[in-house]
C-alpha cells in the first residue's frame, strides 16, 4: 500500500527523492540521460531508473555525479542519509535473513565458492544473478543485494567478519575484469574498522571446515542464531547449543588460517593475476603452496642456489 501526503498526493520513496534531485542538477547542467551516463561512465538506463527511484546508485556514482554536475557533493550527502534498505525486496524465502542483517550487532560469516552477498560488487552480483534471470528481474536483485552493504560498511557498522573459502577467489564469476574489480572491493572493504576479512588455502592440511556456507548472527536483544541455505531455501537455528558447537568451529577455523593481513596479500596476488593474465589462481597452483615457495626464492643467487656453509665442530 502507498503512503500518502499531507495534500492526499502519494509520498514519494526515499529512492524517488534522490532520483529528481540528481535530475534537477542533470537538467540544470545541460546534459541528457545518455550524455551523463557516457561521463559516469555506466549504460543510460542506469540513470533512467536511478532517476526514476527503481534502482539504488553506488556510493562511488553518487560522488562521481557530484563532481561532474558541480552539485558541492549534495548527492552524496543525500545518498549517505537515505535508508535504501526498505526500497527494495528480497525473495520470501530469504527476506528473514535480510531483515536480521538489518539490525545485527554482530555477523560471522564462513563462505565457499562464491563472495558473500555482504561483500560483493554490483557487477559481481550482476553476473551471478544473470545466470537465472534477465532484464528487470536482474536489476532487482542486484539493487536489493546492494542495499544490505550500506548498514555494515557505515562508519558506526556492527562488527563482520569473514572467512572465504580459496574457491571464492579461484571460482571465475563474469570475466577476468569482474573478478579483479572483486578482489579490489574485497581489500578495500577489509581495511574498514568494522570489517575483517579472512581466506581459508584449499591445501591448508588439517582445517576442519563446516560443510556448507553458513552465518553466526548476534541480535540487539541477545538472540543469537545459525543460518544457513539450500536451493532457494534459507534455514535459521536458534538452539543454544547448535549456536555453541558452530561458533565454537567457526573459532578454531579463524584461528588456524591466515590472518586478515596476511589474506589481504593472498588477494592483492589473485588481482593481480586476474589483471595481468586473466586467469584464475589456481591456473598458477594452491595458495598455500606458494606462500612456502617464496621463502625458498628469496634464498636463491642470481646466478644459482645458495648453498649453506659447513661449520666447523666444536
Known amino acids: 500500500m502507498s503512503r500518502r501526503n499531507a495534500t492526499g498526493g502519494t509520498a514519494a520513496t526515499n529512492a524517488a527523492v534522490f532520483g529528481e534531485v540528481l535530475k534537477h542538477f542533470r537538467e540544470a547542467a545541460g546534459l541528457t540521460q545518455e550524455e551523463l551516463a557516457r561521463k559516469i561512465p555506466c549504460d543510460r538506463s542506469h540513470v533512467a531508473r536511478v532517476e526514476r ?16 554536475l558541480g552539485t558541492g557533493g549534495v548527492l552524496k550527502r543525500l545518498w549517505g542519509r537515505i535508508d535504501w534498505y526498505p526500497e527494495v525486496a528480497h525473495p520470501d524465502w530469504f527476506q528473514r535473513r535480510a531483515d536480521m542483517d538489518a539490525v545485527a550487532v554482530a555477523l560471522r560469516e564462513y563462505q ?14 550482476r553476473a ?11 536489476d532487482e536483485r542486484v539493487r536489493a543485494r546492494m542495499s544490505r552493504q550500506q548498514r555494515f560498511r557505515a562508519a558506526d557498522g556492527p562488527l563482520y567478519i569473514a572467512v572465504l573459502d580459496e574457491s571464492c577467489l579461484r571460482n571465475v564469476v563474469g570475466d577476468a575484469a569482474v573478478m579483479r574489480e572483486q578482489c579490489a572491493h574485497l581489500l578495500a572493504v577489509g581495511r574498514r574498522p568494522n570489517i575483517r576479512i579472512q581466506v581459508a588455502p584449499a ?24 543460518y544457513s541455505e539450500s536451493l ?11 549456536y555453541a558447537r558452530h561458533s565454537r568451529a567457526y573459532d578454531v577455523l579463524r584461528a588456524d588460517v591466515p590472518s586478515a593481513r596476511e ?10 593475476r586476474y589483471g595481468q593474465h586473466g586467469q584464475a589462481p589456481a591456473e598458477r597452483g ?29
Not at 551471478?128 to 528487470?136: H, K, R, T
Not at 591445501?203 to 545459525?226: C, F, N, Q, Y
Not at 532457494?232 to 547448535?242: K, L, R, T
Open 112 to 125: 565457499s565458492q562464491v563472495v558473500p552477498g555482504l561483500l560483493q560488487t554490483e557487477g559481481y552480483a
Open 263 to 272: 589474506s589481504a596479500a593472498v588477494i592483492s596476488e589473485a588481482m593481480e
Open 53 to 68: 527511484g527503481t534502482r539504488v546508485p553506488h556510493e562511488t556514482s553518487a560522488e562521481k555525479c557530484d563532481e561532474l
Open 203 to 226: 591445501a591448508r592440511v588439517g582445517l576442519v571446515r563446516p560443510k556448507t556456507s553458513m552465518s553466526l548472527i548476534t541480535l540487539p536483544d541477545g538472540g543469537e542464531w545459525v
Open 286 to 314: 594452491d595458495l598455500d603452496q606458494e606462500q612456502l615457495q617464496r621463502p625458498r626464492r628469496r634464498q636463491l643467487h642470481r646466478g644459482g642456489p645458495r648453498f649453506p656453509r659447513r661449520r666447523p665442530r666444536s
Open 232 to 242: 532457494n531455501s534459507g534455514h535459521f537455528n536458534d538452539d543454544p547449543a547448535v
Open 128 to 138: 551471478l544473478f544473470s545466470d537465472i534471470a534477465s532484464g528487470e528481474d536482474v
